[in-house]
């Protein structure tokens, strides 16, 4: 079977920085992505990793390390429009692959 | 350039009943995919349509169905509707192949 973790919850003040974990076990991994959804809103692309590493866009970073089956998402300079969920989400079945995502991570960021 | 927009976006329903939902893909995707989202969840994988053929499946009963037209905007339908049916189903567009899925705003379905 697959399954994604990551934490359910996570508080910070505006200008600090937050770690999102997400932990997967999956056949054929083809790859994590991070989504990101406020209040009835649609899930937004964030960033994707295929290959170990680390890979930057803007204040936020994304992280894997596929032989830990590992990822992370890194939002730095918190500000009060981040407060959302976020999700990673695995990539399966080939190029005709459909998303797993995990249960999600609510950040709260106050003033 | 239009993005993913699907209707209606509320919709309520009794037990038993049956429910179209539509999407229309961003402009220049060819693949669409449905997801069932319940509250405090992530998104379900319904399953995925590409050149009008269904290609890829998610744990969801025969219940629900789905169509992809030429346009390449796509219906998802869900008979014999049952209370935990409640939910937000949202749709994505992809390039066929490609990461990044761009949703749609979704559709909140509420079974009483």
């Known amino acids: 079977g697959q399954s994604l973790e990551q934490p359910s919850e996570v508080t910070a003040v505006e200008g600090a920085i937050v770690q999102i974990n997400c932990t997967y076990q999956?056949?054929?991994?083809?790859?994590l992505s991070w989504y990101q959804q406020h209040d009835g809103g649609a899930p937004t692309f964030l960033s994707y990793?295929?290959?170990?590493g680390l890979e930057e866009t803007g204040r936020f970073s994304s992280f894997l390390s596929r032989s830990d089956s590992y990822g992370y998402l890194l939002l730095q300079e918190l500000q009060m429009k981040d407060s959302a969920s976020y999700f990673c989400?695995?990539?399966?079945?080939?190029?005709?692959?459909?998303?797993?995502f995990g249960a999600g991570t609510q950040v709260v960021v106050t003033p | 350039d239009a993005g993913v927009t699907q209707s209606p976006t509320h919709l309520i329903k009794t037990r038993g009943q049956q429910v179209t939902l539509r999407c229309s893909p961003k402009?220049?995707?060819?693949?669409v995919s449905w997801y069932q989202q319940a509250l405090g969840q992530g998104p379900q994988f319904i399953f995925q349509?590409?050149?009008?053929?269904?290609?890829q499946r998610g744990n969801f009963p025969d219940r629900f169905s789905g169509h992809q037209f030429p346009n390449y905007s796509s219906e998802l339908n869900v008979n014999a509707l049952l209370l935990g049916d409640s939910a937000l189903y949202l749709c994505?567009?992809?390039?066929?192949?490609?990461?990044?899925?761009?949703f749609g705003p979704g559709t909140r379905l509420l079974v009483l």
């Open positions: 999956t056949s054929g991994f083809y790859g």
């Open positions: 402009s220049g995707h060819d693949t």
């Open positions: 349509y590409y050149e009008e053929e269904e290609r």
């Open positions: 994505a567009s992809s390039l066929f192949g490609g990461e990044t899925q761009y």
């Open positions: 990793n295929a290959l170990d």
């Open positions: 989400a695995v990539r399966v079945g080939g190029s005709w692959g459909k998303l797993q």
